[in-house]
């Protein structure tokens, strides 16, 4: 299959509709990362969507939704898209002021399933993830067709793509489109919030941090603890975003003299911000590959580029030393739990709804 790339304009969006309504999988930008899209509800479609990804089907899709004004949970259940009553009812307040004040926006909700949403989707869990995107061009195609199902556009495993050149490396020959939006603007995938008994709970981090979620809710929310017996998000999986290249981490810039002293190869570095003069010789001695994610170390910037970041530093050396950001709630809690996926060996598949975790990420320290 020939797969072209053609810019997110009118006459790209109309093509990408009329592939949608035909059955097609088409890769869309969103802000967070580029979504390999098909009709939610179209079995078929959301087939393809797990072929093309090589994904295991027990990794269940996000459904994506278009704006609506005044959306809320009992929007959401009269589109037949989860069920209210399993809801318990001390949640449902917050979870509307969630959808109020984050969508559209980089916020998954994890909720109860409504019977009409192909078990497929949820991989035959009792609750399906919704989010409703706020790039143009992602509302733009849902505007003009139906709920979509859109993973990450990578193949399963791999890092997610941030332009659509790093989609098409990742899937060309096995999709017919990719729209073309340029850059996303966040760079790491959404946040994920799911119901924990009467809890909410953040499944996945991302740019919405824990402590802006419970502002907009009003309520506390807990975290998630990946249990390796039990997928509650596949992509909380230890390694879920890894590069070809090992990766090791580096617990803070300091350790990174010593890191490289260690190797003997022709090591790439990953780094947040402008290294000091000292570490730049020390750098450049050793012929280092340097990705410098942002000079002043902004951690929007460091996001939006970070996994580009690693996709350029992929095949061009032989070991990836990255530095983490100092633990802190938001972005430099979502850049932590990226670069700790990437620098965790291959998980193991297990052939059942379970995976198991092989090992935990290498880190220095
Ligand atoms: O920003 C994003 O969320 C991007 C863009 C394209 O919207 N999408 C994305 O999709 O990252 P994906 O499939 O790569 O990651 C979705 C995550 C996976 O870890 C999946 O396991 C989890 O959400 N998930 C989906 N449905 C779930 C459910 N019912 N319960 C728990 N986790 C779920
Ligand atoms: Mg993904």
Known sequence: MQTLILPADASGIETAVSLLAAGEVVAMPTETVYGLAGHAFDEAAVLKIFAAKQRPSFDPLIVHLAEVKGMSLVWLAAEQLIDLAAIPASLRAPLDRLIKSC?????????????????????????????VPA????????RQS??????????FGRVSPTAAAAVYAELAGRIPLILDGGRCDIGIESTVVGIDGEQLSLLRPGRLGQYALEVAAGCALSLNQPHPAEVRAPGMLTSHYAPATPVVLAATRADLPALLASHAGSPGVLLLSEPEPRLRALLSERRAVIELLSVTGQLEEVARRLFAGLRELDGRCDVIFAELPAAEDGLAHAIRDRLGKAAAQPHVLASSKNASQSSLGRTAK
């Not at 916020?107 to 989010?131: C, I, N």
């Not at 790039?135 to 849902?142: I, K, N, T």
């Not at 139906?146 to 193949?155: E, G, V």
């Open 103 to 131: 969508w559209p926006g980089p916020l998954t909700l994890v909720l109860p399933r409504h019977q009409r949403v192909p078990e497929l989707v949820t991989s035959g869990l009792a609750t399906v993830a919704l989010r």
């Open 135 to 142: 790039h143009p061009v992602a509302q733009a195609l849902l």
């Open 146 to 155: 139906f709920p979509l199902a859109a993973p990450s556009a990578n193949r």
